[in-house]
């Protein structure tokens, strides 16, 4: 199959992503059900018994965008018409969300779980070298319950070949009644919707934008606070939908690999991001 039969065969992120068989871990009062197959996403976290995730067939989210918390790789939000150059060469990825590439290939594909216990679990995915992605690649995440701490880590490492890479995660919060939030910069947006640079001023919400922000965001929801912390200092916040908010730390802006042509991972070398989630 050539790489062009391969792109099209590919799911995409409005084909439809059924959980598959689900790992749980737990531990006091937090329990995380996590969906290999369904592109490595947790499919749904509980904290004192309350759902934090729009789940899968909530609000009509059953497509491989809109439900859990999915890990963006080997880039986050839209590369814009799917093209990029990179050390000399024009790239075309499949343009699958209003004529853009979106959100990388990792919440589409199945991940392996390498190691689980009752709390953690370790899962890794081999990246493609056809037309979703030429480049391969090995992509890595841990998630663990620490108290009542959840704590994610993903890791993106070149394998045979030097590639762009930014990463980050997507989740989709249940509506929070309260969000605490506070960027020093926001991306302007172009006519295409696509975050351009430099950041400037922060704008009046409701957002669907990316921001430079260094301090947690906390929800709050059901007397309940929820704390997101990250060492990402792009942070994508989407709060327009009525049934949820995503709250998206990530190591770059959305378009990174033309906005930020020095992304660069040569053969063996690792990009790695840790986000976690605190409930007082």
């Known amino acids: 199959m050539g790489d062009e039969a391969v792109a099209e065969a590919a799911i995409g992120p409005s084909s439809p992503m059924p959980p598959g068989p689900l790992l749980t871990l737990a531990a006091g009062d937090l329990s995380v059900d996590i969906a290999p197959r369904a592109g490595g996403r947790i499919a749904q976290i509980r904290c004192d018994g309350i759902e934090q995730l729009v789940g899968h067939g909530e609000h009509g989210a059953t497509t491989a965008i809109g439900w859990g918390c999915y890990p963006m790789v080997p880039w986050c939000g839209r590369i814009r018409h799917g093209q990029f150059a990179f050390q000399g060469r024009r790239h075309l990825l499949p343009a699958n969300l209003g004529g853009h590439a979106i959100h990388g290939v990792g919440f589409l594909m199945p991940w392996e779980v390498a190691e689980h216990s009752a709390r953690h679990a370790s899962l890794e995915l081999a990246m493609p070298t056809d ?16 108290g009542r701490e959840l704590v994610l880590a993903l890791s993106v490492t070149a394998v045979g070949q030097a590639m762009p890479a930014s990463i980050g995660w997507h989740p989709w919060f249940r509506k929070p009644e309260r969000l605490e939030f506070h960027p020093q ?7 295409e919707g696509i975050a351009v640079r430099p950041a400037g001023e922060v704008q009046p919400g409701p957002w669907d934008d990316c921001f430079v922000n260094d301090r947690e965001v906390v929800l ?61």
Do not use: K
């Open 131 to 146: 037309g979703r992605w030429p480049f391969g690649g090995i992509a890595r995440q841990h998630i663990a319950i620490e």
């Open 220 to 280: 709050h929801r059901q007397g309940q606070r929820l704390r997101i912390a990250s060492g990402c200092r792009d942070w994508v916040v989407y709060d327009q939908a009525t049934h949820a908010t995503c709250v998206e730390p990530q190591t770059a802006p959305p378009d990174a690999f033309n906005l930020l042509p020095e992304l660069a991972l040569r053969p063996g070398e690792t990009l790695g991001a840790r986000c976690t989630l605190r409930w007082d």
């Open 185 to 191: 910069a926001m991306y302007p947006r172009d006519a």
